[in-house]
């Protein structure tokens, strides 16, 4: 009967004397996002732009709260260790009581009282923490609360930031592009002294055909008086006219089609000019359009955390169960003191 009162009486001296009352703090949290698809019905009907919930970033604060960086944030100024490791809590109870301090001894110590539980809602994420008071459960609860809006808040900005730099460099890109043409467009028209070749090359021959017209009634003037008036003064005059009309209309054909330096070879250059200039004008509308739209996306991929219940203050402990860990420990004594002594017999009767 030793294998079962032995194990009762211990357990009932430990949690009847020395078991420590702990304390659970219990909070609902939500990660949300505008931008995710919606997950009911419901949210179809509401539509595209209602909040739902961000299944990564609750993933990521899941992993987070119970990892060395949330124990390590919230433990910045010892409130974790000294809650847990106070003289006054029972030795086989308190963190450090068989005298391993270390951090790491304090994160496997931690990761027994805080549980991520999942809620009605899988989107619903249940933190639960325990402490040996009320107040310090509430305390560390809370903490972590903070550290988990802190974490999705930062990468909700470094998604953000990201996004927002791409883009803004494809803008300067685009900018730098669309003066680069601009300028050697500018300087093509310097050099060239043309502002536009085909509507200078049009202006010029509207100039060539007024000369031509002039030229045609000099020269009927001309041969009329040649004709009937071969001894008129005027006919000097005319002849000059005539020469100087012909030459002027000779230059201004060359300046329009003659060789290099004309109107009609610069026409050529000018066009890739002013073509690489209108796609590059283009290319920054669309770039400009893409940064404003990647800019209100960015703002709509902001993820937060929402609280749907606070930390609470628990106004009882909630561990240990004393007298059902007492009738546990005499369960199990009985169950064990039943095993030994059916192998008792059961080696004499072998023996028999």
Known sequence: MGVVLLPTILAAVYFGVFAEDVYVSESRIIVRSPSK???????SVIGSSALTGATEESDAVSEFLESRDALTQINEDGYVRAAYGTPDIFFLDRFGGLGNDSFEKLYEYFGDKVGIEEGSSILVLR??????????????????????????????ERARTDALRFSEQEVASAREDARSASLALANFRDQEGVVDPEIQASIGLQMVAQLQDELIAARTRLQQMRTY???ASQIPFLQTQVRELEQEIAEQTASISGGRGSLSSNTARYQELLLASELADQQLGIVLATAQEAEADARRKQAYVDRISDPSLPDYATYPRRLRSIIAAFVLGLLTWGILSMLITGIKEHRD
């Open 127 to 156: 933190l639960r923490v325990e402490a040996f008071e009320p107040g310090e459960a509430q305390e560390i609860n809370e903490r972590l609360l903070q550290a988990s809006e802190t974490l999705v808040n930062g990468l909700s």
């Open 37 to 43: 698809p919606n997950a009911s019905p419901l949210g």
């Open 229 to 231: 008036t071969p001894q």
